[in-house]
């Protein structure tokens, strides 16, 4: 009897005795979480410029198909602008539609009335695709419109500028003026190509195809990012 109550005791303060196991975890370091923030970032960004070039690749497509894979029996009969130049901060608003440009004062001479009659006409000749591209007249000076001016575009967008600013952004062919050619500006406000017009020499129907031609190829290249209407 007395044997069998003594052992218990001796069970309890053994283990007692045997050391505690304790886990240790080390504190994070302010630059691991400085390393972390530094990783998504640079993940943030590169998403957001995976995203950019997604959205820019069809705009970049289209004219890197006109400007450098150019079939050498296309060869365009306007002068490429190279490098464009964008619209004045005063005509920002007619950004978003292709533009087909000439220049003249108020009162509107014969070289005047033809380029409008050819800006109008190939415009209508361009059928469904018409309304991706806008008949613009910028009026240099501030001579008022002849009342039968005014009649013949009513169709136009007819802008008052002011000469200097006009000229800083667009220049004529060598040797004539500003108010002798055509001018086509794209949808983003970019002047990218120069027409003789009717001030520079006399436009025949051939050249009017060609003028056309060149404008088609254009709305083509860019048909999978423009659509009609600003």
């Known amino acids: 009897m007395s044997g069998s109550s003594s052992s218990p005791p001796i069970e309890k303060a053994a ?7 304790l886990t240790v975890h080390s504190l994070p370091r302010p630059q691991d979480a400085v390393d972390a923030d530094s990783r998504r970032t640079k993940t943030g960004r590169m998403k957001m410029l995976l995203v ?6 069809p705009v970049i497509a289209s004219y890197f198909t006109y400007y450098v894979i150019h079939p050498q029996d296309a060869k365009s009969y306007g002068t490429l602008i190279q490098p464009q130049r ?18 003249a004062g108020g009162a509107c001479d014969n070289a005047c ?10 415009r209508e000749s361009l ?6 591209v806008d008949w613009v007249w910028l009026v240099d000076d501030a001579v008022p419109l002849r009342p039968e001016t005014q009649a013949a575009v009513a169709k136009a967008t007819v802008v008052k500028v002011d000469r200097t600013e006009v000229s800083r952004w667009l220049e004529p062919e060598a ?6 050619d055509i001018y086509l500006v794209d949808p983003m406000g970019n002047w990218m190509m120069r027409f003789p017009g009717a001030g520079s020499r006399e436009i ?17 290249a860019s048909a ?3 659509l009609p209407g600003r």
């Open 127 to 132: 059928g469904r695709e018409k309304e991706r």
């Open 204 to 220: 025949d129907t051939a050249a009017a195809k060609k003028m056309k031609r060149d404008i088609e190829r254009l709305l083509r």
């Open 86 to 103: 964008p619209l004045p901060a005063s005509l920002a608003s007619l950004k978003g539609q292709w533009l087909l440009v000439s220049v």
């Open 175 to 180: 040797g004539h003026s500003l108010h002798d």
């Open 15 to 21: 283990l007692l005795d045997e050391p505690l196991g």
């Open 224 to 226: 999978s990012w423009d």
């Open 52 to 57: 950019l070039a997604i959205c820019a690749a």
């Open 113 to 122: 009335d033809k380029n409008l009659y050819l800006q109008r006409q190939i």
